[in-house]
């Protein structure tokens, strides 16, 4: 794949506060198309990585480009070529509606009004409202209907659900998922809700301690995680025998094992070290990711894809 080819690309990046590493030697390449989920604990170095990306912080060493372009040299035009939607959806409170969308056109010459009215439609906002006037809600999808009508290449998204209720969710994720402007663009899109990120997903990119731990498809994902649950006397095996153990939990008196990459044969080594009954489980991208996440917070280690 070549540099054309991708959205996004870092080389070694590392960002330092003081003797704190936010970015690790970051070394990430993101391709063009489909939606692409960023995830990771507090602290993993996603916020860190945007604002180096979007130009507003400098890197400590390395490389980031953006769209083919050093992120450190961002002209309008580039800029004119990303949208970027955060959790705060910060929009002057004393304008309305209209004169903010008027605002915007000024700005992007690629404007399309007809993919902000294909957005704004999944909400109850009136053109001669105020926007301090907007729910929490209703602010996010005139953010997301701006940053759409602006023809971006790459589309930024940074929790922009967060603190939302459940019918704004809902409304927000389908107006991304089903709007044909958000079809033109490649989409990163940052979460720590993971229905959110199993629902509109192609590729998930996990971040710890500033590096990159695993990258693939989430279903493919979640089948490399499996849970087993098994009726050991006492406490088990000792956690440092358990052949790709992510997490263990005893719950009614039953042993509960999250696994990395194990097969049928993880049933046998249980009923060697005593199992009187063995169940595999199916297992949710949430439950995958966290027991993934918190197995490598404690003792960090790279799980690429293969």
């Not at 996004?8 to 070394?27: E, F, P």
């Amino acid at each position: 794949m070549n540099d054309d080819d991708l959205v996004i690309q870092t080389d070694a990046l590392v960002k330092r506060y003081g003797r704190k590493h936010a970015l690790d030697g970051l070394s990430l390449a993101i391709p063009r198309g489909r939606i692409h989920a960023i995830v990771g604990a507090n602290g993993a170095g996603k916020s860190t990585l945007f604002r180096i990306l979007l130009g507003f912080l400098p890197p400590s060493s390395g490389r980031a480009r953006i769209l083919g372009v050093d992120s450190q040299q961002l002209a309008p035009a580039d800029r004119s070529r990303i949208g970027f939607v955060n959790e705060e959806h910060t929009l002057p409170g004393w304008m309305t509606v209209a004169a903010v969308t008027a605002m915007q056109k000024k700005h992007y010459p690629r404007w399309r009004q007809a993919a902000f009215d294909e957005v704004i439609g999944h909400y109850q906002v009136e053109q001669g409202q105020k926007v301090s006037q907007l729910s929490r809600g209703e602010r996010a999808g005139l953010n997301l209907a701006l940053a759409l009508a602006q023809s971006p290449e790459l589309l930024v998204l940074d929790e922009p659900t967060l603190g939302l209720d459940v019918v704004a969710k809902r409304a927000f994720l389908e107006s991304l998922l089903y709007s044909n402007a958000a079809e033109d663009c490649t989409v990163i899109y940052c979460s720590h809700q993971m229905e959110e990120i199993e629902r509109v997903a192609d590729n998930l990119v996990i971040l710890e301690r500033g590096r990159l731990a695993h990258m693939s498809a989430p279903d493919e994902f979640c089948e490399r995680v499996s849970l087993w649950v098994a009726d050991i006397p006492f406490q088990g095996p000792p956690p440092q025998t358990v052949p790709g153990l992510l997490q263990r939990q005893q719950l009614d008196g039953l042993q509960h094992y999250l696994v990395l990459d194990q097969d049928e044969g993880f049933a046998d080594f249980l009923r060697s070290v005593g199992a009187r009954t063995v169940q595999s489980m199916p297992v949710s991208l949430d439950r995958a990711v966290n027991g993934f996440l918190a197995k490598h917070h404690a003792a960090p280690t790279e799980l690429r894809h293969a």
